[in-house]
């Protein structure tokens, strides 16, 4: 599990909490429940960040990987490996 995986993953744990407590607030007073649910919001807006991280290293890393292997296929020298292709 990657690092921005393992974020994403506690920051939706940490929302579930926060939902839930304000949920339990709401039995005292509706208001105290707004401050649960702005906490649930701030982590899943950061475990969107995380996952969104996490897409854009991967896609990366996906261009990279396509680029050496059409660069190693251009500047290929072997005489052998070429007529063979």
Same mark, same amino acid.
């Given at each position: 599990? @990657?690092?921005?995986? #393992? @974020?994403?993953?506690?920051?939706? /744990? &940490?929302? &579930?909490? +926060? @939902? !839930?407590?304000?949920?339990?607030? /709401?039995?005292?007073?509706?208001? /105290? $429940?707004?401050?649960? !649910?702005? &906490?649930?919001?701030? =982590? /899943?807006?950061?475990? $969107? +960040?995380? %996952? &969104?991280?996490?897409? #854009?290293? #991967?896609? %990366?890393?996906?261009? =990279?990987?396509?680029?050496?292997? +059409?660069?190693?296929? !251009? !500047? ?5 490996? #070429? +007529?063979?292709?």
């Amino acid at each position: 599990m @990657t690092p921005a995986r #393992r @974020t994403a993953a506690a920051c939706h /744990l &940490g929302a &579930g909490i +926060s @939902t !839930l407590s304000a949920a339990i607030a /709401l039995a005292w007073h509706p208001w /105290l $429940a707004v401050w649960g !649910l702005a &906490g649930a919001a701030f =982590l /899943l807006w950061a475990a $969107a +960040s995380a %996952q &969104g991280a996490e897409q #854009r290293r #991967r896609a %990366q890393r996906h261009r =990279l990987t396509h680029a050496a292997h +059409s660069d190693a296929a !251009l !500047l290929d020298t072997d005489p052998d490996r #070429r +007529s063979a292709a």
